[in-house]
T-cell receptor, first 112, second 112 residues
Framework: SQKIEQNSEALNIQEGKTATLTCNYT??????LQWYRQDPGRGPVFLLL?????KEKRKERLKVTFDTTLKQSLFHITASQPADSATYLC???????????FGGGTRLMVKP | DGGITQSPKYLFRKEGQNVTLSCEQN?????MYWYRQDPGQGLRLIYY???????QKGDIAEGYSVSREKKESFPLTVTSAQKNPTAFYLC???????????FGDGTRLSIL
């Protein structure tokens, strides 16, 4: 069956360190993989999209990698700040290409 | 400013009652979506619409209905057939399916 796995345990890191979040998937062949940020009681906000033929994408302190052989995406936040504390969701298009499926998200806590 | 507006923010339903959640966007997006989010979990797709007067079932459509009579509007009705409706409901839109989605700030539905 199709599955998207993100670490359900919260990731706690110290301010200034690099946070790395993982998104693993099985039985998908996505053309796109997307990352979103969600704050409590709010809707998700789109951060980055990476295509299957791209290995890496950067936006300011954010970096996403996409390894279609390992079926994994890594999401990095460098020089993390307490304001980066949130839940981060990965999403990928299903094999029919007509919808996104979201992972369960990983909560990131950055301590000052 | 362009965006998605969901209303109401909080909604209470009595047993056996249908309730309708509103979603309006002024982003000129063709595609619109409804998701359900339960505590500590990711988003599950209820219905989506790629174009006016057309919509498709998502993974958990039972007990829900939608309409798409206007490009800007995609209301969701939670019917009495939905036995466990307590959840956080999120509406989203995008230019086309699979592209980055813009989300509203959700409606939290509870049972009286």
């Amino acid at each position: 069956s199709q599955k998207i796995e993100q670490n359900s345990e919260a990731l706690n890191i110290q301010e200034g360190k690099t946070a790395t979040l993982t998104c693993n998937y099985t039985n998908y062949s996505p053309a796109y993989l997307q990352w979103y940020r969600q704050d409590p009681g709010r809707g998700p906000v789109f951060l980055l999209l990476i295509r299957e033929n791209e290995k890496e994408k950067r936006k300011e302190r954010l970096k996403v990698t996409f390894d279609t052989t390992l079926k994994q995406s890594l999401f990095h936040i460098t020089a993390s700040q307490p304001a980066d504390s949130a839940t981060y969701l990965c999403a990928l298009d299903n094999n029919a290409g007509n919808m996104l499926t979201f992972g369960g998200g990983t909560r990131l806590m950055v301590k000052p | 400013d362009g965006g998605i507006t969901q209303s109401p923010k909080y909604l209470f339903r009595k047993e056996g009652q249908n309730v309708t959640l509103s979603c309006e966007q002024n982003l000129n997006h063709d595609a619109m979506y409804w998701y359900r989010q339960d505590p500590g979990q990711g988003l599950r797709l209820i219905y989506y619409s790629q174009i006016v007067n057309d919509f498709q079932k998502g993974d958990i459509a039972e007990g829900y209905s939608v309409s798409r009579e206007k490009k800007e509007s995609f209301p969701l009705t939670v019917t009495s057939a939905q036995k466990n409706p307590t959840a956080f409901y999120l509406c989203a839109s995008s230019y086309r399916v699979r592209e980055p989605q813009h989300f509203g700030d959700g409606t939290r539905l509870s049972i009286l």
